[in-house]
């Protein structure tokens, strides 16, 4: 079993930047894939990045490609997400989740464990 706390969100300024960290605790993320996901008030939940488990494949939404960031720590079994010139339309909550072995990484149907969320506001 493996519980997901996602932590650093917040209101932010359009333009702005933030960074949200999402810890596992129970045991080892270190050989999963991880990935973020966020849904904004009356839309589906939707991929927004993710990593291989050692951090040298990365992968993106069109959306964010070029503003966000993943990465991961694996001593501290957490994973990260770097976003920069935050526009009104990132507003969503983000969740983190552990990729299934062997799973694809861009759909929410191949992860399993999910963190309860942490909301990220961007006004314009």
């Known amino acids: 079993q493996v519980q997901l706390v996602e932590s650093g969100g917040g209101l932010v300024l359009a333009g702005g930047s933030l960074r949200v960290s999402c810890t596992a605790s129970?045991?080892?993320?270190?050989?999963?894939?991880m990935g973020w996901f966020r849904q904004a008030p009356g839309k589906e939940r939707e991929f927004v990045a993710a990593?291989?488990?050692?951090?040298?494949?990365?992968y993106y939404a069109d959306s964010v490609k070029g503003r966000f960031t993943i990465s991961r720590e694996n001593v501290k079994n957490t994973v990260y997400l770097q976003m920069n010139s935050l526009k009104p339309e990132d507003t969503a909550v983000y969740y983190c989740?552990?990729?299934?072995?062997?799973?694809?990484?861009?759909?929410?149907?191949?992860?399993?464990?999910w963190g309860q969320g942490t909301q990220v506001t961007v006004s314009s």
């Open positions: 989740a552990v990729r299934k072995p062997g799973g694809t990484y861009y759909s929410s149907g191949e992860y399993t464990y």
């Open positions: 129970g045991r080892s993320i270190s050989s999963y894939g």
């Open positions: 990593i291989n488990w050692s951090g040298a494949i990365t």
